[in-house]
Every structure is written in structure tokens, then in C-alpha cells.
């Protein structure tokens, strides 16, 4: 059985150089178009990057272009209520079991009496912006921020032409946050929450931001760049049950039995995958298959897994 790596080094820089010359000339899928902003970026892009629980990193392609986070951020707004609330009341409120269904699905909320059943489709992720504890949309939107800036070891910023696309075009979302509250899943105003909501998955990110979010996660909750506690050390394993379960959507289980990791991707082209006590790996590719999850991403994060070894089922 081959070692696994716990920095960055030859093999690593290989395996990643192996990964962006093997799926660059891969144009399945397609970017996002119900989010008119989306599909205006260039799909050729391709970024890859790695960082260990070390702080050692390394990256391949476009890992400086900033793209939207969408669905990712519903890891960190997690991370965030999770320390707030606590995992028994997240479970309770909300669940951690997949739905089968798309993640915007309406269905799914109707087929449970309006129960999210996990913060990672649209219901789930706006019941728990709700969730946090706010006087104001101000006050709710600047301790998310917080939380992400903390998670990423800088100040990010929200792409506001992003931001005002979405708030164009989410209509579906807003039915989906009227429809919570008709069932007592939303506990604060529905506009509200939702427009915080959308402006989370606005927030600009580049691929060397995510990783570093998730190599926090693999790394107890420490931010290895910055050496700051981020969320706390018991909040970790809930969070990354839930990318376990729920973090490429209704494909979750296919991306597990390739690579083996919690993951979490956004419509925005990101991906995620983490490495408990090891590394995280970041992917940037806005053509997404027809769950919405990045086709070269999943592609580079399945090489990367099988050949560093990094899967946690072996
Ligand atoms: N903002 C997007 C939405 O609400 C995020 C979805 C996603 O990335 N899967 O539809």
C-alpha cells in the first residue's frame, strides 16, 4: 500500500501536474445558465490545489481566478451555526440525511412535512441562515462574513454583479423559504434569510481560498495558515458527515465510492474535498454535470485521491 503524503512533495506536485494535463481537453458538461452571471464565465478555466494540515501547498492552473462560491457556502454558514447552536439542535432542526432529490427540489420538502432533512440542499441551507441568532439582515450577513474571512485567512468579498443575477433570478428559492415557514423550518423572515442566503453563495472565492477553508477542517478547526481556531474542534466531525452524506447532492454516494472523502461543490464550478488529519483539495472548472457538480473537478479530485492514496476507505 502506497504512503500517504503529509506535505507537499514530489509525488504531490506530480499527481497534480498529472491531473490538469489529463482532464484539461474534458469539455463534458456545461456551466450554469438559471443564474445568468454563470454562464458568462469562461469554461475552459481549470484550477487544482492541495494543502496539507502543514500549511504546505501547492496548485495547478487557474487557482488565482475568483469565482463564486454558491453551494460551498453552505459548509462554512454550517460551521458557523454549528458553534452557535450546538450539532444536537442542528440535527433536530434541520437533519443529516440526503433527500434523493435535486437540490432545489420542492418535492422533497413536501414529501417530509417541510423538513430540510440537511443544510446542504437550498431548504436545509436557508433554514440555517435562519438559524444564527440576529437582530438584523446586516447583523446576520456580517457574522457569515466573519466566519468565511476567518475560514480563508483573508478579507473576501462579495461579487455584487453575482449577487444582483441571483437576486433576479431566485424566485424558486423564495418559494422555497415561503414554503419552510408554512411549515415551521424557517425561524426568521423568509425575504430576509433568503436574500442573506444568496448573497452567501456571492461571496468571491479563488481555488487557494478554498483549500485553505478546507484544509481548517482537516485540521481540527485551525486554519494552518493562520493558526486560528475557526470552528470548534467537536463541530468538525458534523460538518464533514454531512459533505459524507449530502455534499454533491443526489450524486453524493456515486462521488464517494470514486473518492472516498467528504466533498462539497458549488454551481459556481468549485469543489471541495477534505482529508481528516491530512489535506484538503480545491478544484475550479465551471462545466457541471447534470447534478450541478463540476465535471473536471470531480475528475481531478478522483485522480488525486487514487493516486496519494488519500481515500478514507482504504
Ligand atoms: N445559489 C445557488 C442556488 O441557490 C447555489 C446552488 C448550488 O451551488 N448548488 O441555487
Redesign the pocket.
Known amino acids: 500500500m502506497k504512503q500517504r503524503p503529509t506535505t507537499v512533495d514530489s509525488t504531490v506536485k506530480q499527481a497534480l501536474e498529472e491531473a490538469l494535463q489529463r482532464f484539461s481537453s474534458n469539455h463534458h458538461g456545461k456551466n450554469a445558465s438559471y443564474?445568468p452571471y454563470l454562464a458568462s464565465v469562461p469554461s475552459h478555466l481549470f484550477g487544482i490545489s492541495i494543502m496539507f494540515c502543514d500549511g504546505t501547498h501547492a496548485q495547478v492552473g487557474d487557482t488565482d481566478y475568483a469565482f463564486a462560491i454558491?453551494?460551498i457556502s453552505k459548509v462554512f454558514t454550517l460551521a458557523h451555526v454549528l458553534d452557535e447552536l450546538g450539532p444536537q439542535a442542528l440535527r433536530s432542526k434541520i437533519g443529516c440525511d440526503p433527500t434523493g432529490e435535486p437540490?432545489?427540489s420542492v418535492v422533497a420538502l413536501e414529501l417530509h412535512k417541510g423538513r430540510p432533512l440537511n443544510p446542504f440542499v437550498?431548504a436545509g441551507a436557508m433554514a440555517t441562515v435562519s438559524l444564527l441568532e440576529a437582530q438584523t439582515p446586516q447583523a446576520r450577513w456580517e457574522q457569515i462574513q466573519a466566519t468565511y474571512n476567518a475560514f480563508a485567512g483573508r478579507q473576501l468579498s462579495v461579487n455584487e454583479e453575482v449577487y444582483a443575477s441571483?437576486a433576479s433570478s431566485?424566485q424558486h428559492?423564495r418559494g422555497i423559504a415561503w414554503l419552510l415557514q408554512s411549515y415551521g423550518y424557517m425561524y426568521a423572515d423568509p425575504m430576509e434569510v433568503c436574500a442573506v442566503?444568496?448573497r452567501q453563495?456571492s461571496v468571491s472565492i479563488t481555488c487557494h481560498d478554498l483549500v485553505t477553508m478546507g484544509a481548517a477542517l482537516a485540521n481540527g478547526g485551525v486554519n494552518p495558515v493562520t493558526g486560528k481556531q475557526v470552528v470548534a474542534a467537536k463541530n468538525v466531525a458534523p460538518i464533514l458527515s454531512e459533505m459524507t452524506l449530502n455534499g454533491l447532492?443526489d450524486t453524493t454516494g456515486d462521488w464517494y465510492y470514486k473518492v472516498g472523502l467528504p466533498g462539497k461543490?458549488?454551481?459556481?464550478g468549485g469543489i471541495l474535498a477534505v482529508v481528516p488529519g491530512v489535506c484538503a483539495i480545491a478544484a475550479f472548472a465551471p462545466p457541471l454535470d447534470a447534478a450541478?457538480n463540476s465535471v473536471r473537478g470531480q475528475l481531478a479530485a478522483e485522480h488525486l485521491s487514487r493516486t496519494l492514496n488519500l481515500s478514507l476507505l482504504h
Open positions: 443564474i454558491e453551494s437540490f432545489n437550498n441571483e431566485n428559492n442566503y444568496t453563495c447532492y461543490s458549488g454551481v459556481g450541478g
